[in-house]
């Protein structure tokens, strides 16, 4: 997943937002800063980045869209109208999207140990407050994970 895009990964929270947590998140290319401005155009642009991510396995979209008309060569579709509801999230994205909030979490819980650390470092009981701060910590992230579950 190095290669998702900014919007690749706004797209995939929504999905995971929309399908997993039950927000109430329409799906359309009036939601994303695309670089086009027709109307059809954004639809296409938007349709090519799903195809993407779906080639990618974080998606699972298929027969997603309507085509009508020519075959756009910069995005090669002929897409006028996406059908949200054929556009899930799939496993693989869903991992994705918890291990990139873990990452965050864990950053946080790892400058949190440190800084508690370095406030306890002259202090005879060093090694028992930092390990007593590690299990609490520890405890709280692991409440925090099985939330997820």
């Not at 054929?86 to 800084?115: C, D, H, P, Q």
């Amino acid at each position: 997943m190095v290669g998702m895009t900014k919007l690749q990964k706004k797209i995939l929270d929504d999905l995971y937002r929309r399908d997993i947590l039950n927000e109430e998140i329409h799906f359309s290319a009036e939601s994303y800063d695309l670089e086009e401005v027709d109307k059809i155009m954004r639809t296409r642009e938007l349709v090519y980045i799903l195809d993407q991510m779906s080639a990618m396995k974080v998606i699972d979209a298929d027969d997603f869209y309507l085509e009508s008309g020519m075959v756009s060569f910069e995005y090669m579709n002929k897409a006028v109208e996406i059908i949200e509801d054929r556009v899930k999230i799939s496993k693989l994205g869903i991992n994705y999207v918890e291990m990139k909030k873990m990452k965050g979490f864990t950053r946080a819980y790892n400058a949190l140990k440190l800084w508690l650390n370095k406030q306890f470092l002259d202090r005879p009981f060093k090694y028992l407050i930092s390990h007593l701060i590690a299990f609490v910590l520890g405890a709280l992230a692991f409440y925090g994970i099985t939330q997820f579950m």
